[in-house]
């Protein structure tokens, strides 16, 4: 996903919007609208719990996000940016429209990265406007719970309110999951969809393995090659030990891993289930 900043370099060699192979491709033009909850740098409408009168920061103030997004719509980049505040989702959602306005387009597949908080009005204007989310539910496991980051940062009734994954899927919307990097592992994150917390975010195991999968490719433009096991489909795709009873999933285990059908890797025997 190459950051704007490096957009005049792409227009300027006419890089199509989907370049690349099966192997390494350009994907959505990144960009970000704030920050981060654990910093108090993600925008939110009202002020954090923990930080007097702070709300965070818009990266791009006035019509900047709008301008930007407008001139990579305009000649089709898909555009992938981060916003976690509803402040920010709120802008970035602003842009999308003011784009589609503008530059009318079928299946844009403009992406928001995170989208941690959203408001009901948000849920409704992205399902209207086709934007998909992109979401990390491992982070539900790491500070979802009572007394974790999200609480102090947003207070009990925000808190039960972010990363709604189930309110998301009853909007009709395309939910696709990745892990960002805490951790990186899927499995860990299928448990903070199937067993959160709070129920606006609980989805069942079969929505959640959609996400991951089917839901990352239509978010890449890939899903006529990527997410499913069927013939003409990429062979990539792993083996688990493990079953679901209602409880932990992290302690199911990969024992191969396939890539463009070939395994490259395989648990040690004696690492194995006797």
Known sequence: MPMMKMFPQMEA???????????????????????????????????????????????????????????????????????????????VIDAYENALREHPREDHRHRIEHFELPTDDALERCS????????????????????????IRLGPD??????PHRLITRQGLSLAFGSDGMPYGPIYGLQGAVTPPFSNQRISLHKALEAYTLGGAFASCEEDIKGRLA????????IIDGAWDGGELRRWKVTATMVGGRFVYTIPAKKRKR
Do not use: C
Request: proline residues 7%.
């Open 13 to 91: 060699i006419s890089a199509p919007p989907r370049y690349g192979d099966e192997w390494l491709r350009f994907g959505a033009i990144k960009d970000f609208s704030d920050g981060s909850l654990g910093a108090r740098t993600a925008a939110l409408h009202r002020p954090y719990s923990d930080g007097g009168k702070e709300r965070g920061a818009l990266e791009h103030p006035g019509r900047a996000l709008k301008k930007a997004v407008s001139r990579a719509h305009k000649i089709g980049f898909q555009m992938g940016i981060h916003a976690i505040g509803d402040r920010a989702i709120d802008a």
């Open 231 to 238: 013939p003409g489909y990429l062979a990539d795709l792993v």
């Open 128 to 151: 209207t406007l086709g934007i998909v989310p992109v979401m990390q539910p491992n982070f539900v496991v790491e500070w979802s719970q009572p007394g974790g980051l999200y609480e």
């Open 158 to 163: 925000r808190m039960i309110r972010n990363n």
